[in-house]
């Protein structure tokens, strides 16, 4: 066990909607990232945050967005859903998402867009 | 642009069979290589984290190594319960320090 929860486990939707995936760092951790790692793909890197702040984005859609709230826990927000949205999302954390940090993950929320 | 290239893609071993699995990498300036075991449908765990050229980690049967272009994860003697996939990534030494993943070895040890 990481310490990194996320919740829900599964998620079943309609293409279309709008889902939020939550996730909660590692007591101490001050950075948050997400994740997304479809079938046979590596994983994505989409958004980090720092103490509530935005650090990097990466691959993420203008249809998905974060944050990351005073006590740490971040979500993410997806819209306009996909069926290409279908994947694995990770929430990983470390203590300040610098040199030397270590980046620990969730269990994952599996999301899939019918 | 970092690029992280592990293979093989899949491999097949027995049990008590060593081997090594390969991650090429290409990054501007690097702060850290990561090794990740990666069970089905789970989250990555953290095995491994080396910083510099000849450094290595072990723990139980796994031992990393890494030079100025590619690390190894050697497994000594597996076993059925080192079945998974085995996840390499980079942190660069940009404003960002981002984390790139590669695809994985699917590792698979039959009893």
């Known amino acids: 066990d990481s310490g990194v929860t996320q919740t829900p486990k599964h998620l079943i939707t309609a293409t279309g909607q709008r889902v939020t995936l939550r996730c909660s760092p590692r007591?101490?951790?001050?950075?948050v990232y997400w994740y997304q790692q479809s079938l046979d793909q590596g994983l994505q890197f989409l958004i980090q945050?720092?103490?509530?702040?935005?650090?990097a984005k990466g691959n993420i859609l203008e249809r998905f967005s974060a944050q990351q709230f005073p006590d740490l826990h971040s979500e993410l927000n997806l819209s306009s859903l996909e069926l290409g949205d279908s994947a694995l999302y990770f929430c990983?954390?470390?203590?300040?998402?610098?040199?030397?940090?270590?980046?620990?993950f969730g269990p994952g929320t599996r999301l899939t867009v019918l | 642009e970092d690029q992280v290239t592990q293979s093989p893609e899949a491999l097949r071993l027995q049990e008590g069979e060593s081997s090594s699995l390969n991650c090429s990498y290409t990054?501007?300036?690097?702060?850290?290589l990561f090794w990740y075991r990666q069970d089905p449908g789970k989250g990555p765990e953290f095995l491994f984290t080396?910083?510099?050229a000849g450094e290595e980690k072990e723990k139980e049967r796994l031992k990393a190594t890494l030079t100025k272009k590619e690390s190894f994860l050697h497994i000594t003697a597996p076993k059925p319960e080192d079945s998974a996939t085995y996840l390499c990534?980079?942190?660069?030494?940009?404003?960002?320090?981002?984390?790139?993943f590669g695809t994985g070895t699917k590792l698979q040890v039959i009893p």
């Open positions: 080396l910083y510099s």
């Open positions: 990983a954390s470390s203590v300040e998402g610098g040199v030397g940090d270590t980046q620990y």
């Open positions: 007591s101490g951790d001050l950075s």
């Open positions: 990534a980079v942190r660069d030494s940009g404003g960002y320090q981002k984390v790139t």
């Open positions: 945050y720092y103490n509530g702040e935005e650090r």
């Open positions: 990054v501007s300036g690097l702060r850290g």
